[in-house]
């Protein structure tokens, strides 16, 4: 059984960053994403990174904002996000699967809990 624990979130003004990170327990050999949902929203992709960390894919309203990486001797992964806009405000998840990233959610095997970003105006 895999278990993801996220931690990191916050409040953050527009323009500041916040790290995130995703610690892995149980089998850790997975390609990882991070999805995000706002309040009265579906959950939305926002990138992945395969198994090594050599690939990662983001959406458009991330690129160049935000960094995925992984440190798999610590079997944890992160989500660098600067320059947030209020539009990032959101309940961020990281989830595990088995085979190469998509940006279907329900293509995951193993979710975390969520942790709270709030960016403020």
């Known amino acids: 059984q895999v278990q993801l624990v996220e931690s990191g979130g916050g409040l953050v003004q527009a323009g500041g960053s916040l790290r995130l990170s995703c610690a892995a327990t149980?089998?850790?050999?997975?390609?990882m994403g991070w999805f995000r949902q706002a309040p009265g929203k579906e959950r939305e992709f926002v990138g992945t990174?395969?198994?090594?960390?050599?690939?990662?894919y983001y959406t458009d309203s991330v690129k160049g904002r935000f960094t995925i990486s992984r440190d798999n001797a610590k079997n944890t992964v992160y989500l660098q996000m600067n320059s947030l806009k209020p539009e990032d405000t959101a309940v961020y998840y990281c989830?595990?699967?088995?085979?190469?990233?998509?940006?279907?959610?329900?293509?995951?095997?193993?979710w975390g809990q969520g942790t709270q970003v709030t960016v403020s105006s």
């Open positions: 990174i395969s198994l090594s960390g050599s690939s990662t």
């Open positions: 149980g089998r850790t050999i997975f390609t």
């Open positions: 989830a595990a699967r088995r085979v190469g990233g998509t940006r279907r959610p329900n293509e995951y095997d193993y």
